[in-house]
């Protein structure tokens, strides 16, 4: 199901739907991909490689009639997500996580939290489709929530490299890392903070873009892109649908979007109320994420 400009209110400005809005530097509120005790260095090294031929990309049939149906449409305006689809390889690693044949995973253009990922299924039959309608594939379902848990598991890490060394859950498996504890050799590390579990992972009711993308973000809602209301209400109402409550029943209310974007502003984390009030919610949450952060 295409959008249009008919439909409702999007949970992005039309300037980042066109990909002019002002953006940080490229990665620099993504996944790092540096190399001192790095996320994607330790699990995502060596990349898979998709073999090639003279025929396309890809041997596998299902990504040569994706790979040949993106030639036939641009990836202008609502339809720019389909770019990374289309050809992975041509981004650096810093906007690229990881791609396979069924999927590829990418930092998000305007996050808005410090870590904020995008997973972009590559499939013809359901890249394009609202992703209520999608998921009613019980199949191709099971697939996604495969992949956005592997997503899941590099985004926890690399919260736990950024800021384990400042948790207080983190406290005994960093001094173990650095050498401040003795440890027996060959013993499990201290399992230290469970950064997986806070993590918000799911799909807009009225997704922005035409292709079906899973979000897969830090809870913080700190980021210079985070500039208006709906940025913060579309991760923390029920404009976010949990890719867990999928197949989403019939009578579900978050089916109808209805006015999620227009709720009263309410801190993730103490929910405190500030009503229309963003620049102050915005001004809250620094402070919010400087706390969470210790934990």
Request: proline share 7%; hydrophobic share 35%.
């Amino acid at each position: 199901m295409a959008l249009t400009d008919s439909d409702p209110e999007d949970a992005i400005t039309k300037e980042e739907i066109a990909g002019t809005a002002p953006a940080p530097e490229t990665g620099a509120a993504g996944v790092s991909q540096g190399t001192k005790r790095n996320a994607f260095t330790e699990l995502m090294s060596p990349k898979p490689k998709i073999p090639k031929d003279d025929n396309g990309p890809s041997h596998n049939p299902k990504t040569l009639a994706s790979t040949r149906g993106a030639l036939t449409r641009s990836f202008k305006e609502r339809d720019g997500l389909g770019a990374y689809t289309h050809d992975p390889a041509a981004y650096p690693p810093s906007r690229v996580i990881f791609h396979d044949d069924d999927f590829v995973a990418i930092n998000d253009m305007y996050p808005k939290s410090t870590v904020h990922t995008l997973l972009l299924p590559r499939s013809p039959e359901h890249c394009r489709l609202h992703p209520f309608d999608a998921f009613e594939d019980a199949a191709f379902l099971a697939a996604v929530q495969a992949a956005t848990a592997k997503l899941k598991r590099l985004v926890a890490k690399e919260l736990q490299r950024r800021y384990g060394p400042v948790s207080a859950q983190e406290r005994e498996r960093e001094a173990v890392l650095n050498g401040e504890q003795d440890w027996e050799e060959g013993r499990e590390l201290p399992a230290g903070r469970n950064w997986e579990s806070e993590l918000l992972v799911g799909v807009h009711a009225h997704p922005s873009m035409n292709d079906l993308h899973v979000h897969v973000l830090a809870p913080d809602m700190v980021s210079e892109c985070m500039r208006h209301r709906k940025h913060y209400n579309s991760f923390h109402t029920g404009f976010l649908v949990d890719l867990a409550d999928f197949p989403l029943p019939q009578s579900d209310g978050r089916r109808h979007p209805g006015k999620f974007l227009q709720l009263d502003l309410k801190c993730w984390r103490c929910g405190r109320n500030f009503e229309n009030r963003f620049k102050q919610l915005k001004e809250h949450l620094a402070d919010e994420f400087e706390a969470w952060k210790k934990e």
